[in-house]
């Protein structure tokens, strides 16, 4: 007995060493290209973003001067970046509420349906997988004073026509309107997966305790056991409305009158038309200090949200 | 058994109390909650049907500004003739296939491994890499752009598809979903294919990764939607037509075009916007189900 359990043991053990080893040595393998990327194509960007952000480097030019924080100071003294700022903190506080909310609205409103659900599934997706420079295009027609249906039914009903991608006031709040059209479907389908998890017999068991009006319903059960979709449905539609850009370069480029500036639009143009990369890599940095806030958010709910 | 017996009788019981009232309460929510889903998916649809009316309108009808919705007049061979005559609108959507085809290849090609790497197997710097790609999850892809544009271009690399697909052939985002997948795999089956002598290479592509497809297909239609669709970095990358995916293109064709004739300009929307959007119709279940598993743009 003794003998015969002696004698495999260093086979097994040569065995296990042979395992450890593949292991390392495929591991390491599967993932050197990834790494790789990662090194080429992230890392090593934002260490020379960092280091440009210090510079006055131009594209083309010859001699680097050293800036130390210049940059930065003029940043903050650059009232096209105070707007930018303000521009697109304002969108965000439109699109946030709006797109979050009328998609919790419309994922409650849909859930129950059985016939009709596939169709308004459909069609509130829709805007999601068009290609939002298209319908950019479109939505500026719409929105046209003198030739946009949206004038000509305010001007049937007795309103005065309203300039909306002209008017300073009125620009970002008519450009979060379409972000919000753009991403209710997007929301949408989060919460319907949400509420897919919350069990039946929950609402059946509340109707017995005598919770029966939807209120109730939504406030005690539906709202809480949403609280995780919720959560990740607001940060990523922060994200998403923070990095605004196509709909500003497309219909309004910053105008009128910088009124529709925004810090990803602005950045891009420091960098890449006036080939500011000093500057614009702080700029950069700036843009993702704002943005940092809600992607680690993002990711830490995400590492706990994916479990199969 | 209790609860069933309370929801069998509940009904009985409204009945009885007043059976017409509780119809009619139910009719006018229904009423109500379709009313409101309707004036929302009329504001949703409202610019693809006036993009398609328009599309087949006249100039005349056009800037009539009138509120017909149905042209007097068919125009929309010439429309939509002038939008492929004047732009080359196939063109831009054979630089969609050609660049997210080869986006979604390597990003497939580098992820996959790796993420089995991450979940399955013990090698020297696992944690350290792992932290990388949460970290690499943090930064928008907007962040890379600059020192990216300034190493292509000193590379001499602008304006080709490849400077248009470089900073996306890593997706930190697949190896954390397809780690997260792989993870459950159960460790009784490789350790049986490693007896079997089955490699590690083997084993990635041969059981493990189809045993994760729905991860896969949920991520590729994420990735062809969120690239079909950028308009960010061929922006910065591309100053050729003939190399511009259909957002770009839509751009230098709405430039062109000054934004006075709508209607060829809504036969130009309505081609570059057409493929995603059969695609998402054919395959309905398969773009909700990847947005709802990558939940994330």
Redesign the interface.
């Known amino acids: 007995m003794e003998a015969a359990n002696a004698s495999p043991e260093p086979v097994t053990r040569r065995r296990a060493h042979r395992q450890r080893l593949i292991e390392a040595l495929a591991g390491a393998g599967f993932a050197m290209p990834a790494l790789v990327l990662l090194l080429l194509t992230i890392l090593a960007p934002l260490a020379v973003l960092a280091w440009l952000s210090f510079t006055s480097y131009e594209l083309g030019a010859i001699d680097i001067e050293y800036l130390g924080l210049k940059n930065f100071r003029r940043a903050l003294a650059d009232p096209v970046l105070r707007r930018s700022l303000v521009n697109t903190l304002l969108y965000v506080a439109i699109v946030l509420p709006g797109a979050v909310i009328l998609a919790l609205v419309v994922a409650i409103l849909i859930h129950r349906r059985k016939r009709t659900r596939s169709i308004y599934e459909v069609i509130y997706f829709l805007p999601v997988t068009s290609t939002l420079i298209a319908m950019a295009t479109v939505w500026q027609f719409l929105l046209h004073p003198r030739l946009g249906p949206v004038n000509g039914i305010l001007h049937a009903l007795g309103f005065d026509e309203v300039p909306f991608l002209s008017e300073p006031e009125l620009v970002i709040p008519t450009l979060a309107a379409i972000g919000i059209w753009q991403l209710i479907g997007f929301n949408m389908v989060l919460f319907l997966a949400g509420l897919s998890t919350i069990p039946r017999d929950l609402y059946e068991a509340a109707e017995v305790d005598g919770c029966v009006h939807p209120i109730d319903r939504f406030v005690r059960i539906t709202w809480p056991l949403l609280g995780p979709t919720t959560m990740f449905v607001i940060v990523t539609t922060s994200i998403t409305a923070f990095k605004v850009f196509d709909t500003v370069a497309v219909m309004t480029r910053g105008g009128p009158m910088g009124s529709s500036e925004v810090l990803l639009y602005v950045t891009y143009l420091e960098g890449f038309q006036y080939f500011h990369m000093g500057y614009a890599a702080a700029l950069t940095l700036i843009f993702l200090a704002f943005i940092l806030v809600f992607s680690i958010a993002q990711t830490v709910v995400l590492d706990r949200r994916v479990h199969y | 058994m209790n609860?069933m017996a309370?929801?069998l009788a509940?009904p009985a019981a409204d009945r009885r109390i007043s059976p017409l009232s509780s119809k009619v309460r139910r009719l006018v929510s229904l009423l109500l909650?379709?009313s409101?889903?309707v004036a929302?998916?009329i504001?949703?649809?409202?610019?693809?049907v006036?993009?398609l009316v328009?599309s087949i309108k006249p100039p005349s009808e056009?800037?009539d500004?009138?509120?017909r919705l149905w042209p007097q007049q068919f125009y929309g061979g010439e429309n939509y003739g002038y939008a492929l005559s004047k732009a080359p609108l196939l063109r831009f959507m054979l630089n969609g296939v050609i660049v997210c085809g080869g986006i979604l290849i390597v990003q497939l090609?580098?992820?996959v491994?790796?993420a089995?790497?991450?979940a399955k197997?013990?090698?020297?710097?696992?944690s350290v890499?792992l932290a990388?790609?949460?970290l690499?999850?943090?930064?928008?892809t907007?962040?890379?752009?600059?020192?990216?544009?300034?190493?292509l271009?000193k590379l001499g690399l602008l304006n080709t598809y490849f400077s248009m697909m470089?900073?996306f052939?890593?997706s930190?985002f697949a190896?954390?979903?397809f780690r997260?997948?792989f993870k459950?795999y159960p460790e009784e089956i490789i350790q049986a294919a490693?007896l079997d002598g089955v490699s590690?290479?083997e084993i990635?592509w041969r059981i493990v990764a189809p045993s994760a497809w729905p991860a896969i297909a949920a991520f590729s239609v994420f990735s062809i939607?969120a690239h079909?669709?950028d308009?960010?970095w061929p922006?910065?990358v591309i100053s050729e037509t003939r190399l511009a995916p259909?957002?770009?293109g839509?751009?230098y064709f709405?430039d062109a075009e000054t934004?006075s004739n709508?209607g060829a300009?809504?036969a130009?929307?309505?081609i570059?916007?057409a493929p995603?959007?059969v695609?998402?119709?054919v395959a309905?279940r398969r773009?909700?189900e990847g947005?709802?598993m990558t939940?994330?743009?």
Not at chain 2, 43 to 48: G, V
Not at chain 2, 136 to 140: A, K, Q
Request: positive net charge; proline residues 8%.
């Open positions: 609860t309370h929801t509940r909650v379709h409101v889903l929302g998916a504001f949703i649809l409202m610019p693809f006036w993009m328009t056009v800037f500004a009138g509120m090609l580098v992820a491994p790796c089995y790497a991450l197997l013990r090698f020297p710097g696992r890499l990388l790609v949460l690499g999850l943090c930064i928008p907007q962040v890379p752009a600059l020192p990216l544009y300034i190493a271009a470089v900073p052939f890593l930190v190896i954390f979903l997260q997948f459950s490693r590690e290479f990635v939607v079909w669709n308009l960010y922006l910065i259909p957002p770009l839509m751009m709405a934004g709508y300009l809504t130009g929307a309505a570059i916007t995603l959007v695609a998402f119709l309905r773009f909700i947005i709802t939940g994330i743009k």
